[in-house]
């Protein structure tokens, strides 16, 4: 058993490599942007299939500037707000395991209110403001957690989010200014995502306005446009979402970030969507999933040779009192049988806000060396969840 | 006669056992003076858990925690004592549990320096409906709203379980701006109770049990009970009923009279101090301890300490202030994060308020250093007035710290004008 986070990394490599042919991709992308800025020279991503797995499913390295050492994917992005991983303070971030824990999500919506896009620049980008110079930024507007797509109040000039400051409108003008002063490693376009449940033809509208916004986003930051992952929408529609794949597909992208996802589409209809959008995506470039975050949507995201997802069903745990226990080399944890299933836990997660832990001094997982199973038992996390205290969460997210 | 025996605890502690006529006085800490000037000191505090270096500072960790910082996290500040609160961890996790896991310090995994309160003071100022007799506090049970007792007895028995390195007497607790009989009755009430805490005592060769002084502002209170406490040779003192909003010229008046009457070498701890000024003061005047909740509820409110005083970070000119909270400190924070950035999180987030904490716990961990080693090097004087200077700058440094100054023997005048 290893650490928590490093669970569901290690779970979205399943199944196990020795099962599955392989083929082998070596070469090495080579897009060079006369544009570019030493900036973005400097930091440039690269990114390399290994191995293809099972049809779709594939194993990376993905190469980021910032990062001292390469990311294998499938991998998953830490969430975070406003820059910050939820509940990890930075002196703990070098506990969780490298380099997976590198990669943070982050989004430029937690940035419209201050500081402000000079401020921000001034400062010398989102690295150098939270001090986290060696970890990776992936922006995309929605982060699942704090900004909820609006797709009531998106309209042609731009796209609207449930933020926690209140529905807010964002122009692809707006947007590039926070991206341009951020300076993420990657950056996601704006993208109209709707619901499963919306008409054909407000489907086909948001198909329509993720391209063209795609297009204004790179026509407005050149530079930054080495670093864009073109968004592709298209919600339950295989047609919209292939017709979407190509026009993406068309453009000077370094990767692809799919959303939509997560919004009302069913688990059974899912593995199709997105293997019509995967099968037309070139394979040497990163895909990112918006929206999927449970361990069994991430497998079907790796079946569909996705890369990268994101982490919100850990901060959702963690914020519930659950600790993730992922049993990876099958051995059943002993003495949690019938009675788990009574207070909110089963194998993959334990709710160490339950009573039988109040007198258990065990750790959460037992030979997991992450700085809270070192350190603390059930009983005092179980005492911390119950007195409402910050610290039980940080200890929990890792 | 006093006789020394060795005992290998976590860190090397004596047990000094004093024999006297009635009475055999065992302690579990070793209090030693390293330098002084004048009724100042820089002292080694030996308590069973850690070696601490005064005058020092504990922040105040409610619920066996301190808000939203790690174990990790305090250690690489310098926190050497953390105080928990008794009444609390009494309703959660309770006593027993605590016991029953090896202790507060297993329980929470804290190597260093724990004290705990006697559960008296934060029943009064959070219950309204606490009622104090000669048997002790009687409470309405937040649990079950059930009236309860919280006997001199039953505190030492809940510390004992708890199992602290200093734990503190149960004392008659009264607001401090109350007058009259009161006060009185408070004081000898205390007095009474000190001996029912030492009765009760079961682990004085682990556990430090310290007198609180009381008897409001009344001079002639504060001596009979300061005397009345020292007859009974506790490990340590502490000196209560004040940072209640008394007027601060009686405030450290008190504390001059009480550090004055104390023995030399008995640690003193001055409770519910905070404010940087007042530990600095009440250091000049002979005081080794503090503790408040000061540093963490200020920075849940988005103010910093530095050494100019505070700086509020909601304030709208932060929104661009690409500099440090505090340039001259090496906090984790200030070596990462600008104001701007802080002012950003401090409106809404937790995460603010938790840089907030770190930094200003920082500040006072850095602020105890400072004075013991300034004591120890024989410039106590020089880092007074540079206090002093940086905090008021134009030179108007209030009238009652000019007066502690005097009696504390510290020539201040340089600073009495505006600094240039
Ligand atoms: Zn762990
Ligand atoms: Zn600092």
Redesign the interface.
Known sequence: MELHLHCLRRLSLLPQPSRFPSCLFSEEEKRNRVQEEEHHEKKKMRFVVKACRNGRAREGVLHLGSCPTAIETPSLLLST??G?PFFI????LPSLPSPDSHLLQMSPLH?L????A??IS??GGLHQ???LHEHCFVAAPRDSILGLPDFEGTNKLGASFET?GGRRLVKPVEYMKIISSLKPDLWTSLADEVPAWVSEKRNQMSVDRTVCWLDDCIGINLAAGASVLGAIVGGSSLDERRHCAQEVVKRNVAGYWIGGFGLGESMEERPALLAAVTDLLPAERPRQICGLGLPEEVLQGVAAGIDLFESTYIYHLTLGGSALTFPLDGEERHGYDSQLSDIGSDHTKINLRATVY??D?SPIVDGCCC?TCQ???R??L???L??H???AH??LEM | MALLIRRKEKAACSVTILRGPSAVHIMALRFEILGRFNRARAAQLTLPHFVCQTPLFMPVGTQGTIKGLTNNQLEDIGCQIILGNTYHLALRPTAELIDELGGLHNFMNWPRALLTDSGGFQMVSLLHLADITEKGVTFQSPVDGKPMLLTPEQSIKIQNKIGADIIMALDDVVRTTITGPRIEEAMYRTLRWIDRCIAAHEKPNEQNLFGIVQGGLDPALRDICVRGLVDRNLPGYAIGGLAGGEDKDSFWRVVAQCTAALPEDKPRYVMGVGYPLDIVVCSALGADMYDCVYPTRTARFGTALVPEGVLKLKHKVMEADVRPIDPTCSCMVCKNYTRSYIHCLVTKDAMGSQLLSYHNLAYMMRLSKDLHMSIIEGRFPEYVCGFLQKQFPKGDVPEWVCNAMEVAGIDISSCCVPFS
Not at chain 1, 89 to 92: K, W
């Open positions: 707000c406003k910050l303070t930075r002196d703990l940035f209110e201050c500081p402000s000079t401020t001034n400062i403001m939270v001090g926690t109040r007198k001094t700085y350190n603390h038992t009983a005092y179980n005492h911390l119950n007195v205290e910050m610290l940080i200890l």
